[in-house]
């Protein structure tokens, strides 16, 4: 099972918005929608912002927001912030697989 | 509020067995929709699945590493143990457990320990 692709980095100035997208394959997220999106400040351990595609965990800001079509799924973060810098990992489920995690993006917030 | 901290070596040599043990409290594994996987990642590299388990001992496992790797739950003692046998120097990274919801609710890792980083060298 191949790791989902995500840009390696994207950068956005404080107050914009930036999207960061997850692509894979009819196997996984085109079939489920259950991808989910995980940030991770540097020595520390991911953190769950959104799950099921859409859906944000209790406690995580409404500016997390995703979004998926067809093989792609997408993480948008509105109003940057400067604690948003950190690398953001999306997962899907793969049915046989049965999990599979994406390359990881850079955030940076100039 | 649910916690996991993961604990095992922090140095193996070449071939030899990794055993990690993820010990948890908040939660039951004898719960139905849950169960605890675990993740690893190399130093400066990206997330990578590995295995897990569930409330009825329904075990999934990476299919790149199915061959090396063991998961086991003792839910009285509220662990779940991860063998890797035959390591090498490519599996140096930080392992994590974390928890599974797979409910109607929710169906996400979301709950992580801290990690555990493990070195293979000689």
């Known amino acids: 099972q191949s790791a989902l692709t995500q840009p390696a980095s994207v950068s956005g100035s404080p107050g914009q918005s930036i999207t960061i997208s997850c692509t894979g394959t009819?196997?996984?997220?085109?079939?489920?929608?259950?991808v989910s999106w995980y940030q991770q400040h540097p020595g520390k351990a991911p953190k769950l912002m959104i799950y099921?595609?859409?859906k944000r965990p209790s406690g995580v800001s409404n500016r997390f927001s995703g979004s998926k079509s067809g093989n792609t799924a997408s993480l948008t973060i509105s109003g940057l912030q400067a604690e948003d810098e950190a690398d953001y990992y999306c997962?899907?489920?793969?049915?046989?697989?049965?999990?599979?995690f994406g390359g990881g993006t850079k955030l940076t917030v100039l | 509020q649910i916690t996991l901290k993961e604990s095992g070596p922090t140095l193996v040599k070449p071939t030899q067995t990794l055993t990690l043990t993820c010990t948890f409290s908040?939660?039951?594994?004898?719960?139905?929709?849950?169960?605890v996987g675990w993740i690893r990642q190399p130093p400066g590299k990206a997330l990578e699945w590995l295995a897990l388990?569930?409330?009825?001992?329904?075990?999934r496992y990476s299919p790149s590493l199915k061959s090396r790797l063991t998961i086991t739950k003792d839910t009285s003692k509220n662990q779940v143990v991860l063998t890797m046998t035959n390591m090498d120097p490519v599996d140096t990274a930080t392992y994590y457990c974390?928890?599974?919801?797979?409910?109607?609710?929710?169906?996400?890792?979301?709950?992580w320990g801290q990690g555990t980083l493990v070195t293979v060298s000689s």
């Open positions: 388990i569930y409330w009825d001992d329904d075990k």
């Open positions: 974390a928890h599974h919801k797979s409910t109607v609710t929710m169906w996400a890792y979301d709950y």
């Open positions: 997962c899907s489920y793969a049915g046989s697989s049965p999990w599979v």
């Open positions: 908040g939660f039951s594994l004898s719960t139905s929709g849950v169960g």
């Open positions: 009819s196997s996984d997220v085109g079939s489920y929608n259950l």
């Open positions: 099921e595609g859409s």
